[in-house]
């Protein structure tokens, strides 16, 4: 079943840019891959907007549990954002796709800086926008960061990239008998603890009725079809809204 979208926004993670156990930080082949899945959606005339992690250069928590200060930590995992989204921007203007990436840091010499209407003004001039910087404050994650752009910018769904094909009440790679989800709302994930995102961006989707699908982005045109509305992977849906899709 096809699900209807006009405007969204994908999350990738830093670490979809890099080559499993390659020594460098982005593989253009993969980001190539990535942005030619986003330029055939984008042709469909569907608006798409970027969140992009750091991962693949750096984690904040990670350096903040070995000694350093959390919030330099995440300034330093914030600009790793930027990398990417410039990388990600590269090779979608070299595919012919108009791109701007918006920075929640001013770095007038790289990027914009996010300002919300000039957003959502691109989107609708059929850009695509690549979100930048996280949110601009330390101890927020890039999860957060879709959250909140997603609200800000009224996308339909927040498309979350991942290794695995949805939602499972328990990890599928530790137990044959893991149960994976077609669709659950908000209350249940929460009440069963399931870990669809951290829990300020899982709190900003649920209190704004913000649909997310987790789905498997490692099967060949899975991003393009995700994008495009083919029903795939775990949605997770307010408790008000019958999720027909």
């Known amino acids: 079943m096809q699900r209807q979208f006009k405007r969204v926004v994908l999350k990738l993670s ?8 390659s020594r460098d930080n982005i593989s253009p082949e993969i980001v190539e891959g990535i942005a030619e899945q986003i330029k055939v ?10 969140v992009v992690g750091g991962g693949n250069f ?29 990388a990600l921007q590269s090779m979608l203007e070299a595919l012919g796709v108009p791109t ?26 059929g850009r695509i926008i690549i979100f930048a ?16 752009r997603a609200n800000e910018i009224g996308a339909d769904v927040i498309l979350k990239a991942t290794k695995v094909d949805g939602i499972y009440d328990k990890d599928p790679n530790k137990h044959t008998d893991a149960k994976r989800y077609d669709k659950i709302t908000f209350t249940e994930a929460l009440s ?10 899982f709190s900003l989707c649920r209190d704004n009725n913000k649909p997310v699908i987790i789905f498997d982005m490692t099967k060949a045109g899975n ?23």
């Open 14 to 21: 830093g670490e979809a840019l890099r080559e499993e156990g």
């Open 41 to 50: 959606a984008q042709q469909t005339g569907l608006e798409i907007a970027l």
């Open 58 to 86: 750096w984690r904040g928590i990670s350096a903040s549990n070995r000694g350093m200060e959390r919030a330099t930590a995440d300034y330093m995992g914030m600009l790793a954002t930027v990398m990417n989204a410039l």
């Open 100 to 125: 701007r990436v918006q920075s929640a840091i001013e770095m007038k010499n790289v990027a914009e800086t996010f300002i919300r209407r000039e957003a959502i003004r691109h989107l609708e001039l």
């Open 133 to 148: 910087a996280g949110t601009g404050n330390p101890f927020f994650s890039t999860d957060t960061t879709a959250a909140l």
């Open 192 to 201: 069963q603890g399931l870990q669809v995102m951290d829990s300020t961006a």
């Open 223 to 245: 991003i393009q079809q995700a994008l495009t509305g083919e029903a795939m992977g775990s949605l997770v849906y307010a408790d008000n809204d019958n999720a027909s899709g």
